[in-house]
């Protein structure tokens, strides 16, 4: 099965015999519920963290914003610390996982429950925002949690929401890159561990479209032509979205605290969606392979899976993927953690350990198409351009954390794209 089978219209996928229908990503952020955490669920944790100004060339917060230039080594707090070592793993547990829609392989679940002994269950949210309200709320009860992107990080810590981690029972972190054992993110790995990695590009159908994103001045600009109206989609990320528009207008700063760019940003994208209707979706990995959108603002691990979504005799090959050969684009990935409710954090650490390792990381990456920073990942033969290497984190551009106030702007001007507004 496939990642994202039976999830094509919001169904979510069947996991360990749970399975159930909830909004896509787009309707989430339509309904009421959807404000109401994107500017004040999300907003009440960070608020709860600490304070910022959103002016123009300068922020300020109580909590560190970790940069390249600047990395961060977290406190371990004297009420949050690591579990102790030498513990046995939990008997006859359930191993409770909080996760992306489709963002594992079922597989590897199943393997670890035979090893260990134990269960495993998976409940999926479908934004950041909405897993971060929830988890706040107090309402939830996880052990794992998958897929924390590095914006949200430091909220985490503060709010004491995540563990910091007992390495000795994550020996396969020497298995990954050398920049994720100590990133600038989390100084020591005290926190996370690196799950996958991807950029974020162009993707296109050249069958559809002549213009080569390659030769052109400006591909960021490549969604903007009336000519494809109806063809056309961003992904239904505020990050994502925001930073689209900044890049259209030359702008590289993704963590800018402007508010006259941020606006402007907001503005390209109204024109966007005035000049060619376009979709706001998650769903380039199923609507170009399928013909359904020739130019789609795209995330690499979703093109990486467009065979198993390739109109019947058509190749795969008809199906780009762009990314800025100087690597001055979108580079992320997203870090697995314990959570500090955890009832079984010995399993939460040895699950965090099984995902480090190659094996287990090369069935994962066949599920879902998203590479990970571990020695001896080979590349895949087709789409090369969805590869993911070292130096891309060296050369690219990041969505890291904002100051509070700054965040709300770009919240409230992404829902103004979204809405029409």
């Not at 990995?285 to 603002?297: D, F, K, L, M, R």
């Given at each position: 099965?496939?990642?994202?089978?039976g999830w094509?219209?919001?169904?979510?996928?069947s996991?360990?015999?749970?399975?159930g229908?909830?909004p896509?990503?787009?309707?989430?952020l339509r309904?009421?519920?959807?404000?109401?955490?994107?500017?004040?669920?999300a907003?009440?944790?960070?608020?709860a963290?600490?304070?910022?100004?959103?002016?123009?060339?300068s922020?300020?917060?109580?909590?560190?914003?970790?940069r390249?230039s600047h990395p961060?080594?977290w406190?371990?707090?004297?009420?949050n610390?690591?579990i102790?070592?030498g513990?046995?793993a939990?008997?006859?547990?359930t191993?409770?996982?909080?996760n992306?829609v489709?963002?594992?392989n079922?597989?590897c679940?199943?393997d670890?429950a035979k090893k260990?002994?134990?269960?495993?269950?998976v409940t999926?949210?479908?934004?950041?925002n909405?897993?971060?309200?929830?988890l706040a709320?107090g309402k939830?009860?996880?052990d794992?949690?998958?897929?924390?992107?590095?914006?949200?990080l430091?909220?985490?810590?503060?709010q004491?929401?995540?563990q910091?981690l007992?390495h000795?029972?994550?020996?396969?972190?020497?298995?990954?890159?050398?920049?994720?054992t100590n990133?600038?993110?989390?100084?020591?790995?005290?926190?996370?561990?690196?799950y996958?990695?991807y950029?974020?590009?162009?993707?296109?159908?050249?069958?559809?479209?002549p213009?080569?994103?390659?030769?052109?001045a400006?591909?960021?600009a490549?969604?903007?032509?009336?000519?494809?109206?109806?063809?056309?989609?961003?992904?239904?990320d505020?990050?994502?979205?925001i930073?689209?528009?900044?890049?259209?207008s030359?702008?590289f700063d993704?963590n800018?605290?402007?508010?006259?760019?941020?606006?402007?940003s907001?503005?390209?994208l109204q024109?966007l969606?005035?000049?060619?209707?376009?979709?706001?979706?998650?769903?380039d990995?199923?609507?170009?392979?399928?013909g359904?959108?020739?130019?789609?603002h795209a995330w690499?691990?979703?093109?990486?899976a467009?065979?198993?979504?390739?109109?019947?005799?058509?190749?795969v090959?008809?199906v780009?993927?762009?990314?800025?050969t100087?690597?001055?684009?979108?580079?992320?990935n997203?870090t697995?953690?314990?959570?500090r409710?955890a009832q079984?954090p010995?399993l939460a650490?040895?699950?965090?350990n099984?995902?480090?390792n190659?094996?287990?990381?090369?069935?994962?990456i066949?599920?879902n198409?998203?590479?990970?920073p571990?020695?001896?990942?080979?590349?895949?033969k087709?789409?090369?351009?969805?590869?993911?290497?070292?130096?891309?984190?060296?050369?690219?551009?990041?969505?890291?954390?904002?100051?509070?106030?700054?965040?709300?702007l770009?919240?409230?001007?992404?829902r103004s794209?979204?809405?029409?507004?």
């Amino acid at each position: 099965m496939h990642p994202r089978e039976g999830w094509r219209d919001g169904t979510r996928p069947s996991i360990f015999g749970s399975s159930g229908s909830g909004p896509s990503r787009r309707d989430f952020l339509r309904g009421g519920a959807a404000s109401a955490v994107l500017l004040g669920g999300a907003g009440s944790l960070l608020a709860a963290c600490g304070s910022s100004s959103g002016t123009s060339g300068s922020a300020t917060t109580a909590i560190p914003l970790p940069r390249p230039s600047h990395p961060v080594t977290w406190p371990i707090f004297s009420d949050n610390k690591p579990i102790k070592s030498g513990l046995t793993a939990e008997k006859g547990a359930t191993l409770k996982i909080y996760n992306w829609v489709a963002y594992v392989n079922q597989q590897c679940l199943n393997d670890f429950a035979k090893k260990y002994n134990c269960h495993v269950q998976v409940t999926t949210f479908n934004t950041m925002n909405e897993a971060l309200a929830k988890l706040a709320s107090g309402k939830v009860n996880f052990d794992v949690f998958m897929g924390v992107t590095v914006d949200v990080l430091g909220q985490l810590i503060e709010q004491k929401l995540i563990q910091p981690l007992n390495h000795s029972y994550i020996p396969n972190i020497t298995q990954a890159w050398a920049d994720f054992t100590n990133p600038f993110y989390d100084q020591r790995w005290q926190y996370t561990v690196p799950y996958t990695i991807y950029t974020t590009g162009i993707a296109w159908r050249k069958d559809h479209v002549p213009e080569d994103p390659y030769t052109m001045a400006n591909p960021w600009a490549m969604p903007w032509q009336a000519k494809y109206k109806g063809k056309v989609a961003i992904l239904d990320d505020y990050r994502e979205g925001i930073s689209l528009g900044l890049m259209k207008s030359g702008i590289f700063d993704l963590n800018t605290t402007n508010p006259s760019q941020i606006t402007a940003s907001q503005q390209q994208l109204q024109n966007l969606i005035h000049l060619t209707n376009a979709h706001i979706d998650n769903n380039d990995y199923t609507e170009v392979p399928g013909g359904q959108i020739w130019i789609h603002h795209a995330w690499s691990g979703d093109i990486a899976a467009a065979a198993s979504y390739m109109q019947k005799g058509v190749p795969v090959d008809v199906v780009g993927y762009w990314f800025p050969t100087d690597g001055k684009g979108p580079v992320a990935n997203d870090t697995n953690t314990v959570l500090r409710t955890a009832q079984n954090p010995v399993l939460a650490h040895l699950f965090l350990n099984y995902m480090e390792n190659l094996p287990n990381v090369l069935t994962n990456i066949g599920f879902n198409g998203y590479m990970q920073p571990v020695n001896g990942v080979t590349l895949p033969k087709s789409l090369m351009s969805t590869v993911v290497l070292p130096s891309y984190f060296r050369r690219g551009v990041a969505e890291l954390q904002l100051p509070i106030a700054t965040n709300q702007l770009w919240q409230e001007a992404w829902r103004s794209v979204s809405h029409g507004i």
